[in-house]
């Protein structure tokens, strides 16, 4: 990766539907060297793919929870998140370190409805938990600021 990768990498993360024509415009490239690149950037798996940022509470999803649980039968955290998965409310689960072992980020409509997404999270994690509720969220979205590209001349 170059800088101009670097740059391409940044404008997509703001706004993942910019047309390689406003990146070329914007880095002093071609449309056609921003799109070589990206496909390049894709194969390389820099880039995951494109998303969306929703309101999920516009959506209908208020409610915002973390719930941190322990592999208490020690099943394996794979094996875990996999039932996990089977809870359509769970929209992330995360190994972590410390007192848990998965970090699992729900949207829920309401607190009745968190409440019976907590139970059938309980079932199949039995044991300790720790929920916590999102009242606010002040920062979303942003990205680090990207590692020093490498000095590579022979990129188109």
Not at 15 to 38: E, L, N
Not at 91 to 96: D, E, G
Not at 141 to 148: F, M
């Amino acid at each position: 990766m170059d800088a101009i990768d670097y740059q391409i990498i940044e404008l997509l993360a703001k706004d993942g539907r910019i047309p390689y024509a406003q990146i070329a415009a914007q880095i002093g490239k071609s449309t056609a060297t921003v799109h070589q690149r990206v496909r390049r950037l894709r194969e390389r798996g820099f880039i995951k793919g494109f998303g969306i940022d929703l309101n999920w509470e516009a959506l209908g999803y208020p409610v915002d929870a973390f719930i941190s649980v322990r592999d208490n039968e020690s099943q394996g955290l794979e094996s875990l998140a996999a039932r996990l998965r089977t809870i359509p409310f769970v929209v992330s689960a995360s190994a972590v370190t410390g007192e848990f072992d998965l970090l699992l980020h729900v949207k829920a409509r309401s607190s009745s409805q968190l409440g019976e997404v907590l139970d059938k999270i309980r079932r199949i994690a039995p044991g300790t938990s720790r929920t916590v509720v999102t009242l606010s969220t002040y920062i979303s979205g942003r990205i680090p600021p990207l590692p020093a590209p490498e000095t590579d001349s022979s990129s188109p």
